[in-house]
């Protein structure tokens, strides 16, 4: 059974975005700011590259190489940043070094 964290709106803790066992897809943080009309995107162990929303980022700190378990569903809307599906984040969470899940 999973469990559920409540974020409240005045929360920032990157933490609280974690929501269980669904927040299950390793990705890699990428800092594609030195390109027009990039920023952060998220690469998938198999090289894919997803562009999430920018809300994503509001409650967390992204820095190239983070590692992170994310939950998304992909959507249609227009990017500036032509190097990855659009995607929503549904969950994500940073993934320590020491924790053993890499």
């Given at each position: 059974?999973?469990?559920?964290?409540?974020?409240?709106?005045?929360?920032?803790?990157?933490?609280?975005?974690?929501?269980?066992?669904?927040?299950?897809?390793r990705a890699?943080?990428?800092?594609?700011?030195?390109?027009?009309?990039?920023?952060?995107?998220?690469?998938?162990?198999?090289?894919?590259?997803?562009?999430?929303?920018?809300?994503?980022?509001?409650?967390?700190?992204?820095?190239?190489?983070?590692?992170?378990?994310?939950?998304?569903?992909e959507v249609?809307?227009?990017?500036?940043?032509?190097?990855?599906?659009?995607?929503?984040?549904?969950?994500?969470?940073?993934?320590?070094?020491?924790?053993?899940?890499?």
């Amino acid at each position: 059974m999973g469990f559920f964290i409540a974020l409240l709106p005045a929360c920032r803790d990157a933490r609280l975005l974690t929501v269980g066992p669904e927040c299950n897809v390793r990705a890699t943080v990428r800092d594609l700011t030195a390109l027009d009309g990039c920023g952060f995107v998220l690469e998938l162990p198999n090289g894919t590259r997803l562009s999430p929303d920018a809300q994503v980022w509001e409650g967390f700190t992204p820095y190239e190489g983070q590692q992170v378990l994310i939950r998304f569903i992909e959507v249609n809307r227009a990017t500036t940043c032509q190097v990855g599906r659009p995607v929503h984040i549904l969950c994500i969470t940073e993934v320590q070094p020491t924790s053993g899940q890499y």
